[in-house]
């Protein structure tokens, strides 16, 4: 087997990669927002993630680490932008769209972290802010948290902690060479149920922080007294919670899965080397080519052959017999001593026929 380092893409393809980035990026901001309120909302948003998923390979392409970062500070703000779009509504926060969404970004902070190491995972889902940025810049004031500052920063600090607890939470697992598809399962079912308190408490922010709602907060002695002062809260979170801890299992699962798929398929084992940094390395397996070569004593038994008939036929003296018969000797000795194949034992066979014939001959 030859191991050799994986050629992620020729120079060409390096230097179209910072493009296909911004490109993706792009897209992701300008399309989610124009299609924030069309029929075909999901879709659309599906497959923005998708092309997300897609530009973690170009991104790898980059060589200079600072260039790296640039690129994953950029996808990671135009993938949460598109969550931002699917929770423009503070209503939407217990429905199957946004959760949905929300799952796909985060597990593409998972690929990123098995693709290339947990800081990149890091540094991509840090962007999950960019959330509460979407519905700021949309509306032009904090109405998505009724108008308070204070439960601005308290939801950005959300948003952006759930993405990195789920890479935290799975640096471990994403980490390992050997692939493990039991453990992986229950490595992401713990996390989901881990991570899910604190987003049912971004829920609650964002739904009691609402001005159009009145929840009498400063007259609630109790959490008991405030859940049945406000009944609804409690199915929109039951919904919230079933529809995340659903989505981020699948989702996830589909990250570890579809990267193990691509480098089972390419025959690709990962590894790390020296500085800690991933690798990944293909094996060929060498075929070995049928060398097709030509009989050594091919042209030896031909011209035995022409000076037995010769002979035979009384063409040749005594003379010229000798020296032949010498010469014919002499070739013999040295393919002998060069090769082991080929028609080795008709040629001395043929040599010994035509010494008798002459010395019969010349007795």
């Known amino acids: 087997m030859e191991k050799t380092n994986v050629v992620v893409s020729d120079d060409r393809m390096q230097r179209l990669a910072p493009g296909i980035v911004f490109l993706i990026g792009i897209m992701n901001i300008i399309l989610s927002s124009v299609f924030a309120q069309s029929g075909y909302n999901f879709a659309i948003f599906t497959g923005l993630m998708i092309l997300t998923g897609v530009s973690v390979p170009f991104i790898r392409m980059l060589n200079v680490r600072s260039y790296k970062v640039i690129a994953y500070i950029f996808i990671g703000f135009a993938a949460y932008w598109v969550v931002g779009t699917a929770y423009n509504d503070p209503d939407m926060f217990g429905q199957f769209l946004p959760v949905v969404i929300f799952a796909l970004a985060n597990a593409i902070a998972i690929l990123i972290s098995i693709v290339d190491g947990r800081d990149s995972g890091y540094i991509y889902s840090s962007m999950g802010f960019t959330v509460v940025i979407y519905n700021i810049l949309i509306q032009g004031n904090l109405d998505y948290v009724g108008g308070k500052p204070d439960m601005l920063l308290l939801v950005a600090v959300f948003w952006a902690l759930i993405p990195m607890l789920w890479c935290y939470s799975l640096s471990e697992i994403t980490s390992r060479l050997t692939f493990n598809a039991k453990k992986r399962f229950f490595s992401t079912v713990v996390t989901g149920i881990s991570v899910l308190p604190i987003y049912i408490l971004l829920g609650l922010v964002i739904i009691t922080s609402q001005g159009t709602r009145i929840f009498n907060i400063p007259s609630i002695s109790s959490i008991g007294q405030f859940f049945s002062s406000n009944p609804q809260i409690i199915e929109i979170l039951i919904g919230a919670s079933w529809f995340y801890m659903l989505a981020h299992t699948i989702a996830v699962l589909i990250a570890f899965f579809s990267n193990e798929l691509v480098l089972h398929a390419f025959k690709i084992k990962k590894a790390i080397n020296d500085e800690d940094e991933i690798i990944y390395i293909v094996e060929k397996k060498l075929v070995e080519q049928k060398i097709e070569t030509e009989d050594p004593y091919k042209n030896i038994i031909k ?43 008709s040629a001395e066979k043929l040599l010994m026929d035509i010494e008798k014939e002459i010395e019969f001959a010349f007795r």
Not at 307 to 335: H, P, S
Request: glycine letters at 10%; proline letters at 0%.
């Open 303 to 345: 011209e035995m052959k022409t000076f037995k008939r010769e002979f035979g036929a009384g063409k040749i003296n005594r003379l010229v017999a000798t020296q032949t018969l010498g010469k014919i000797r002499n070739e013999m000795d040295l393919l002998v001593a060069k090769y082991d194949h080929g028609s080795k034992e």
